[in-house]
């Protein structure tokens, strides 16, 4: 399957003779959608895609709806579904883990089964590639799959084709592993505007954020925070439990971050009455846009009836490299996260500023620290 696919960590592009590829992202050029006054952002420092700058755009006005500089969440081109980023219900946490699947995440998620807890997991396509059996047990184990990028760059800093290669790629290796086409995902450090959102929307995926940040992926020792600085983060968003019903970014980058939910999540249980996925935080029953899997609505979760129906199952779940990955525009879909059934799930701001101060400063060193341990060393398997 290596062929097939771009090189693990390195932004993608279309792979060499890849006829598949190369006809859908001719379709989405041609729809129009891709508004051409909306230009690929400079990077920081720099070629690797790790920083980006908002040197020369008129941060005031926003005009491209760009997140990192302003926390849009309402694009400002026609065409283009609000950003999700809080749950329309009240007393609600939206539960999501970026960074995934993660090679040493088998404790994490009997965590989570023990507990009987589902999250949205935003699966990083390089992670898919070199960790199969991880990835599928998300899936297997009832938990929500979107798509977070082949190598988590700042995509706004890509071209457009390497935008639409980094979402391509990473939605077909979770079908062709897990066996669902997704329809939602999530820019890494947020960094998205509207000309990437455009080329997801062409891909079938709505965007999202989120309204609240641990800073989790920060912690010590790849990254330089305290986990009691960590838990502060966490206990802040905990205090506004009876003004907001954000999504919160949380991640299972390592065991620090992992270890960080499990401590914390007896206090969130205390202060947050449901504590959800986002298939129940928007009612989105059928997040798949080729599969019969159906996740509980809120009102079904929120009473205890949290097993997704349809599933695959541990001993049976295969992975299929002939598996088409055929992409429809989000407005094309009778399924998935361009339907949620009640709320707009904006939120109150989108995200906080210092979760864009931070996507604007982020240095590549401080992210192979934090996320390149795990791809260097499944690598080396290859």
Not at 13 to 38: C, R
Not at 42 to 70: F, I, L, R
Not at 116 to 125: D, E, M, S, W
Not at 233 to 244: A, F, G, L, R, T
């Amino acid at each position: 399957m290596q062929k097939a696919y771009p090189e693990a960590n390195k932004p993608a592009s279309i792979v060499q003779g890849d006829n598949d590829a190369n006809s859908i992202w001719s379709d989405i050029k041609k729809s129009g959608i891709i508004p051409s006054d909306v230009k690929v952002k400079p990077q920081k420092q720099g070629n690797d895609h790790m920083s980006v700058s908002p040197e020369g755009y008129d941060t005031q006005s926003d005009p491209d709806c760009w997140w990192t500089a302003k926390q849009c969440v309402q694009p400002k081109h026609k065409g283009l579904p609000m950003d999700l980023a809080s749950c329309p219900e009240p007393d609600t946490w939206g539960l999501t883990f970026d960074d995934g699947p993660n090679c040493t995440h088998n404790e994490f998620y009997d965590f989570l089964s023990q507990n009987k807890l589902k999250a949205t997991l935003f699966y990083i396509g390089s992670y898919v590639l070199l960790h199969p059996y991880q990835g599928q047990r998300g899936i297997v184990d009832g938990h929500d799959i979107c798509v977070h990028t082949w190598s988590h760059h700042y995509t706004t800093t890509l071209e457009d084709e390497q935008v639409f290669a980094e979402l391509y790629y990473t939605a077909k290796i979770i079908k062709q592993v897990l066996g669902v086409t997704p329809t939602c995902w999530r820019p890494p450090y947020g960094d998205t505007d509207d000309r990437v959102r455009a080329i997801a929307y062409g891909l079938g995926l709505r965007t999202i954020l989120w309204e609240e940040d641990t800073h989790d992926w920060e912690i010590a020792p790849a990254g330089k925070a305290s986990p009691q600085q960590i838990d502060q983060n966490y206990q802040k968003i905990i205090d506004k439990s009876k003004s907001e019903s954000p999504i919160v970014l949380t991640h299972e980058i390592n065991s620090q971050t992992m270890k960080e939910f499990q401590k914390m999540y007896p206090k969130i249980k205390d202060a947050y009455k449901n504590v959800v996925p986002l298939t129940a935080c928007q009612n989105v029953t059928k997040p798949y846009a080729d599969s019969d899997i159906e996740y509980p609505a809120f009102s079904d979760f929120a009473n205890g009836k949290i097993q997704p129906s349809n599933l695959p199952k541990g001993d049976s779940i295969k992975i299929d490299p002939q598996a088409k990955y055929q992409p429809k525009k989000l407005n094309d879909t009778s399924n998935g996260y361009a339907h949620p059934q009640s709320g707009k799930g904006g939120g109150k701001s989108g995200g906080s500023k210092d979760s864009a101060a931070a996507a604007l400063s982020i240095s590549y060193a401080s992210m192979v620290a934090i996320i390149g341990g795990a791809v260097i060393s499944a690598l080396a398997l290859l």
